[in-house]
């Protein structure tokens, strides 16, 4: 089993950043991908940021040029770089991992971005 933890989230004004992390804990395992999704009320969850060890970051357009994803191997720790950080950001935002293990895919618990006016 893959354990995510993320942390960092919390209330923002407009304009602010936060860096939210992910740290993934277990035995035996090796990541392949890490993500992050995010989920605002009413809506269906959706990638903001991917990142592998072999391709480039991805991100959703309604991020790029402000969110920026990053990852410690070493550490097993992806990070979540967020600036200009508007309204419409404001989602739980979840960890995703990829290993090489089955089920293969892992989540973590969320936290919780809000983006005060």
């Known amino acids: 089993q893959v354990q995510l933890v993320e942390s960092g989230g919390g209330l923002v004004q407009s304009g602010g950043s936060l860096r939210l992390s992910c740290v993934a804990s277990g035995r035996g395992f090796r990541i392949k991908a890490m993500d992050w999704y995010r989920q605002a009320p009413g809506k269906e969850r959706e990638l903001v940021a991917a990142?592998?060890?072999?391709?480039?970051?991805t991100y959703a357009d309604s991020v790029k040029g402000r969110f920026t994803i990053s990852g410690d191997g070493g550490k097993n720790t992806v990070y979540l770089q967020m600036n200009s950080l508007n309204l419409e950001d404001t989602a739980v935002y979840y960890c995703h991992a990829r290993v090489n293990y089955y089920p293969y895919n892992y989540w973590g618990k969320g936290t919780q971005v809000t983006v005060s006016s």
């Open positions: 990142i592998t060890d072999s391709t480039s970051p």
